[in-house]
């Protein structure tokens, strides 16, 4: 049973580019978290998808990201005219359901130049 | 929204020691409190969990244990072996979503 899987591992991007971000649940899961963590520091929440619904994207700057999983293919976190502010490691996990263990993919590492 | 302090930030233990790791929170109503180890430039990995009927959970060398009065959790590592060393993350769940704690960078010296 494959884990989570994203891509790319690494990303880089110059300021003014847009960055997409895939992530492809476990089998069986229906619930796609997106976190972002800076380096040495926690994992801060972004939003959390179903099929085809953005249950709550609180976590998520109301400008230059978006996120969707649609019907068919992995969700997909997207960043419009990249700043350096955006380096992070961007992290997709998947559940079965509500308060179920979340496992986490292998992140992307952005880089701004 | 939920409020998750982890303390201590860094910790250093000598192999074969004890190493304890608590969290506070915030909101009552949250139910699901996992824990998770990430080694450097490596995902988050899920440990050990515990749920809001249960007071205290093990396996192996790990342990954790909730007080929902006071509205804290620990993680105990008993025995700790160099393997140990990583940062280890605390997390409630709260409305739909987990709230992290800052992370504990554990240090096993041997």
């Known amino acids: 049973n494959a884990g989570v899987m994203q891509n790319p591992r690494h990303l880089v991007r110059r300021r003014g580019q847009e960055a997409r971000l895939r992530c492809s649940p476990m089998?069986?899961?229906?619930?796609v978290y997106w976190y972002r963590q800076l380096p040495e520091e926690g994992l801060k929440f972004m939003v959390y998808l179903q099929k085809e619904n953005i249950i709550d994207e609180s976590g998520m700057p109301k400008e230059r990201f978006s996120a969707e999983f649609p019907k068919e293919g992995p969700s997909i976190l997207r960043i419009q005219q990249v700043v350096r502010g955006d380096s992070a490691a961007y992290f997709c996990?998947?559940?079965?359901?509500?308060?179920?263990?979340?496992?986490f993919g292998d992140g992307t590492r952005l880089s701004i130049l | 929204g939920e409020n998750v302090e982890q303390h201590p930030s860094t910790l250093s233990v000598q192999e074969g020691d004890s190493a304890v790791i608590k969290c506070t929170y915030s909101d009552s109503a949250s139910n699901y409190f996992p824990w998770y180890k990430q080694e450097l430039g490596k995902r988050p990995q899920l440990i050990i969990d515990?749920?809001?009927?249960?007071g205290e959970k093990k396996d192996q060398r790990i342990a954790v244990t909730l007080n929902k009065t006071a509205k804290h959790f620990s993680l105990h590592i008993t025995e700790t072996q160099p393997e140990d060393s990583a940062v280890y993350f605390c997390?409630?769940?709260?409305?739909?979503?987990?709230?992290f704690g800052a992370g504990t960078t554990v240090t096993v010296r041997a």
């Open positions: 089998k069986g899961h229906s619930h």
């Open positions: 996990a998947s559940s079965p359901g509500d308060d179920q263990p979340q496992h």
């Open positions: 515990i749920r809001s009927n249960v």
């Open positions: 997390a409630a769940w709260d409305d739909y979503k987990l709230s």
